[in-house]
């Protein structure tokens, strides 16, 4: 079982930047990709960004240039720096682990953090 927590999120304005944490609990986290995923109301949930155990990284085009994935194994921790923060980036974040090491099967996903961006 694997638990994970996400914090950071907030309201910012257009422009400003946040960074997301995951924390991950039980052992094993340096071997599974992790990702993040964002939900706006009304829409359906779609990827935001992985990293692999290797630390190959992997955006969605939206976000890309914008937004950098990172991981801690040492603090069993994911982040996801966010600048030049849009309205259209408004969206409950959610971090998910893929215990198989793969960024495409994602296992376990935390609960959310919500993040609001006005212009």
């Known amino acids: 079982q694997v638990q994970l927590v996400e914090s950071g999120g907030g309201l910012v304005q257009a422009g400003g930047s946040l960074r997301l944490s995951c924390a991950a609990s039980g052992r094993g986290f340096s071997t599974y990709a992790m990702g993040w995923f964002r939900q706006a109301p009304g829409k359906e949930r779609e990827f935001v960004a992985a990293?692999?155990?290797?630390?190959?990284?992997y955006y969605a085009d939206s976000v890309k240039g914008r937004f950098t994935i990172s991981r801690d194994n040492a603090k069993n921790t994911i982040y996801l720096q966010m600048t030049t923060l849009k309205p259209e980036d408004t969206a409950v974040y959610y971090c998910a682990a893929g215990l198989k090491g793969s960024t495409s099967e994602y296992n376990y996903w935390g609960q959310g953090t919500q993040v609001t961006v006005s212009s």
């Open positions: 990293i692999r155990r290797s630390g190959i990284t």
